[in-house]
């Protein structure tokens, strides 16, 4: 999960409270980690018990992460203009009601528009996660600060899937898939009542202006390529639905003709143009679209297929993930000194790498696999994973300006969601096309889904090699390391 890093190297005075309050946005920040973690291993049995079509799968996934993604940059801006200790209150609550939605959930419609208010909270609530950290702390302790929120994120990304697999296959309290949005309840009401008392307020001493027309116009453009890949099966690919794909880029064209007039009026465009043209920013913004695209495509596919297909656990399907969490914690710790040595080889040895492993994993599983057979080509995809996504953001920002600093974090860390939007769809899309008439059970039903997945998985794989050509087109080297997200 990414985050907004400041906008500004504004003076900060070491507010007394600055521990304390630190572990009140942790708990936050892990709480929205552990929920984008828990979900896939979830799918397979609310798509049972509520009676889920594909496409609503889907939308469960790709409607969080789409609204989270959109949403990014104008809840960052809000966070900057009225208080970040407001806005972060706001999120808060409102993710903690919307996981109570969603756990309450009676049907998949109400779960899908229960998730997309999820993403429009979390985006509300986690861009003002680092920022404040930024705000509060020293430079001297900003190490430290930042160390534990990167703790925090691989914990949430190791024990997610398992703990989601205990909460679904063992059946907390009766509660099923359900636990797995209601174990936010008491985290989100901890954070609250604790960021009231020992989080102090901040805000940014020249904020943006909103761009709320910006904002509409973006989210249109991909509602109108998004709704048709995820519907269009079930629907039976109406016209409309192909003129509104064509529609889209039109729509595309409108904001950023609309941003040029904003960014001469005020400088406040939603993403602003003048971005896109200092090196490596325009590329690096692409590659991590595609990035997380391809990724987290291939995650959702894999885990409906062992789940569904292969008759795997809940457990067993967490259990599956672990050392692809182990392969990128331990690429990340050595990313400092390897992006230093190789520049931007290191994201096309890491796509590469990924390719590799996404490969091994599909000529590996069969439907005598076991979880732990798919570790060894698991754990070469993590190591590839850590190889490009936190250095991704290193290189694509290295030429940034210090004053466009917020923005451009901003801009990859929506480009990333928006992605993971987009690979929900597109890899779906390849994957559900060979199910259609598949039989219920037995060998034809697994093997159906065998060949289900092996299809989406060469295009994952082949996503990662275009990645890894992409990447020679960021800045060749680095002049220091520093993370704007992630």
């Known amino acids: 999960m990414t985050t907004s890093a400041p906008a500004s190297s504004e003076a900060v005075t070491a507010d ?33 018990e509520l009676g889920a079509s594909y496409a609503a799968i889907q939308w469960i996934t790709a409607g969080y992460t789409l609204a989270f993604g959109l949403g990014l940059i104008t809840g960052g801006r809000m966070g900057d203009r009225f208080g970040r200790k407001r806005i972060f209150l706001i999120g808060t609550a409102a993710f903690t009601l919307a996981s109570l939605l969603c756990g309450i959930a009676s049907t998949a419609a109400v779960l899908v528009v229960a998730r997309l208010l999820q993403g429009l909270a979390a985006a509300l609530m986690v861009p003002q996660i680092m920022a404040t950290v930024y705000a509060i702390f020293p ?39 359900r636990a797995v949005f209601l174990i936010n309840l008491p985290i989100g009401v901890i954070a609250f009542v604790a960021a009231l008392k020992l989080v102090p307020e901040n805000r940014s001493e020249h904020p943006l202006r909103m761009d709320l027309i910006g904002a509409l116009l973006v989210t249109l453009g991909m509602v109108l390529v998004l709704y048709p890949l995820v519907q269009g099966n079930e629907a039976g690919w109406p016209s409309w639905m192909f003129v509104a794909m064509a529609a889209s880029p039109v729509v595309m064209l409108v904001y950023a003709l609309h941003a040029r007039a904003k960014d001469r009026r005020d400088g406040s465009a939603l993403v602003p143009l003048r971005l896109f043209g200092q090196p490596g920013f325009a590329a690096g913004t ?38 692809w969490a182990i392969g990128s914690g331990i690429m990340a710790g050595m990313a400092d000194k390897l992006i230093a040595k190789l520049g931007r080889h290191l994201l096309s040895i890491g796509a590469v790498v990924m390719a590799a492993g996404i490969v091994w994993t599909a000529l590996t599983v069969t439907p005598d696999s076991s979880w732990y057979s798919l570790w060894p080509s698991l754990f070469v995809t993590g190591l590839g994973l850590g190889g490009v996504i936190g250095p991704a953001f290193t290189v694509a920002g290295s030429g940034v300006r210090p004053s466009d600093a917020g923005a451009a974090s901003g801009t990859l860390s929506a480009a990333t969601q928006v992605g993971a939007a987009a690979g929900t769809a597109l890899l779906s899309v390849v994957f559900f096309n060979l199910l259609v008439g598949a039989p219920a059970e037995g060998p034809e039903h697994a093997e159906t889904f065998l060949a289900a997945f092996r299809n989406a998985s060469w295009y994952a794989a082949g996503g990662m090699l275009l990645i890894a050509l992409l990447s020679q087109a960021l800045p060749r080297r680095v002049a220091g390391y520093h993370t704007m997200a992630h």
């Open 286 to 323: 692409v590659l991590l679209f595609l990035f997380d695209a391809t990724m987290i495509g291939f995650t959702l596919v894999l885990t409906l297929s062992l789940q569904i297909g292969l008759g795997f656990s809940p457990v067993s399907s967490g259990l599956v993930f672990i050392p």
């Open 16 to 48: 007394p409270r600055r521990w304390s309050a630190l572990f009140v946005l942790l708990a936050a920040a892990f709480m929205d980690l552990l929920d984008a973690t828990v979900v896939n291993i979830a799918l397979p049995t609310i798509r049972v």
């Open 139 to 177: 430079p001297a302790e900003r190490g430290g600060a930042t160390g534990a929120y990167g703790a925090a994120t691989g914990l949430a990304t190791v024990a997610g899937p398992v703990v989601a697999g205990l909460l679904v296959q063992y059946d907390l309290f009766g509660l099923g898939w």
